[in-house]
């Protein structure tokens, strides 16, 4: 296949004046040369389009690729994620990853956890703080945990995330509305262990590929998988697969909510138990990371015994069989 890369390189948002935290979620020059050699080494053709900003300007020149492969995150407001999609679909280009309405939903964790509750898959109670008006309402009992609604790579979390009483929800709430100028998600803290699941492939044919156990060295106090863990992970955190039935009851609790949002080809499911043991859902990321070492989802399939380049050409892959099937369908 001709395929087109879709990225935001954060090397160049950085050179435009952006934070180290504003593009904690944009990609290095490794993962896009890690992606770009995997694809070419599976046969295909690959031409690096970049940002939204030059996808753009090669669509209003006419260009055109039998699929692109899209892990752009975007910058701005709660559609970002899905502007590249959006814009696809318009000119009729397939590609890689989930649809507008299911990036949108998962980005806004309150939104996604509306959908999952109706579903009947667990996810701790929680509401949305849009102003600080809303923090009266809320009667979850402490302890809780708040966060930003949309923001990703533990941006906005930290040790101070858990709140014990109503002031101290007062002054997280507040500082996350002035900083990241969106809502903040509170909900019942999970006090168990931590799980990330990899899934490959859509709808009643997606499957779990693995279950990674999140391990902070530092045993004291409750884990909090922050930006500051992530961003640190190789000193702070080890990351270990796990099996049996804690492993089992994760993958079906992520899988279900995969297929409840309508995510497509792959993704990864965050996963945390509950003090009965019950796992629950944390949020969903049908755009997940790709760097060959340090994201999760590589992580998950190579220690599973299969190679990135691997992971990337089933990706591809799984787009085009699904674009096909219903291609297929449409003639029928």
Request: overall charge negative.
């Amino acid at each position: 296949m001709n395929i087109g890369l879709v990225y935001d390189l954060r090397s160049d948002y950085l050179k435009m004046g952006f934070s180290e935290e504003d593009t904690a979620e944009f990609d290095s020059e490794e993962t896009i040369s890690a992606i770009e050699t995997a694809l070419c080494e599976c046969g295909h053709s690959v031409e690096r389009i970049g940002n939204y900003f030059a996808l753009h300007k090669k669509l209003a020149a006419q260009k055109s690729w039998d699929l692109v492969f899209n892990i752009a995150e975007g910058l701005y407001g709660m559609g970002r994620e899905s502007l590249v999609p959006c814009v696809l679909d318009a000119y009729g280009i397939n590609y890689t990853f989930s649809d507008p309405l299911a990036i949108s939903l998962t980005l806004h964790k309150g939104m996604a956890k509306h959908i999952l509750k109706g579903c009947g898959v667990a996810t701790a109670d929680f509401a949305v703080v849009n102003n600080l008006g809303d923090i009266d309402s809320i009667n979850l009992g402490f302890p809780l945990f708040a966060k930003p609604a949309a923001e990703g790579t533990g941006k906005g979390i930290s040790d101070r995330s858990i709140v014990w009483n109503s002031a101290d929800l007062k002054r997280v709430c507040t500082e996350l509305l002035v900083r990241y100028s969106q809502p903040v998600l509170v909900e019942k803290l999970l006090e168990g262990r931590e799980f990330t699941v990899g899934i490959i492939g859509s709808g009643s044919e997606a499957v779990s590929v693995g279950v990674m156990e999140i391990l902070p060295r530092n045993k004291e106090g409750i884990f909090v998988y922050s930006y500051e863990n992530k961003e640190n992970c190789e000193s702070l955190l080890d990351y270990s697969l796990v099996y049996g039935d804690t492993a089992d009851r994760c993958a079906d609790v992520a899988l279900r909510a995969y297929r409840a949002l309508g995510c497509r080809d792959a993704g990864r499911v965050d996963v945390r138990l509950d003090g009965d043991g019950i796992a629950n859902v944390i949020e969903l990321n049908p755009l997940p990371g790709l760097h060959p070492t340090h994201s999760d989802l590589p992580m998950i399939w190579t220690k599973a015994g299969m190679s990135y380049r691997q992971l990337i050409c089933s990706i591809a892959a799984k787009a085009k069989a699904r674009v096909e099937h219903i291609q297929e369908s449409k003639a029928i």
